[in-house]
Nanobody, 117 residues
């Protein structure tokens, strides 16, 4: 199982970034995918989840209305469109995968997002 994040970088407040999580080594349709983030000195925070079976999407209150998760089943990829970025969005962003009913056992290496003027 492999998950590879990309798309991070440095952006000014109010800017946008699109993160991608390319997956391989498992049946994509059988796994839910989530994005987490961890800022220095803070606990890891789950920010968005997209289910595999019913397509249900959830967002943390901190990103609701600004971030959009999208699942590309043909490309085994999940994207996270991040708009109206704030300095408090600065963190390492990770994607994770879990089979239905299981735990978040599979992780990517992370991609750094920095929001600064």
């Amino acid at each position: 199982v492999q998950l590879v994040e990309s798309g991070g970088g440095t952006v000014q407040p109010g800017g946008s970034l699109r993160l991608s999580c390319v997956t391989s080594g498992f049946t994509f349709d059988d796994y839910a995918i989530a994005w987490f983030r961890q800022a220095p000195g803070k606990e890891r925070e789950g920010i968005s989840t997209i289910n595999n079976n019913d397509g249900k999407i959830d967002y943390a209150d901190s990103v609701k209305g600004r971030f959009t998760i999208h699942r590309d089943n043909a490309g085994n990829t999940v994207h996270l469109q991040m708009n109206s970025l704030k300095p408090e969005d600065t963190a390492v962003y990770y994607c994770s995968a879990r089979p239905t009913g299981s735990s978040w056992d599979y992780w990517g290496q992370g991609t750094q997002v920095t929001v600064s003027s």
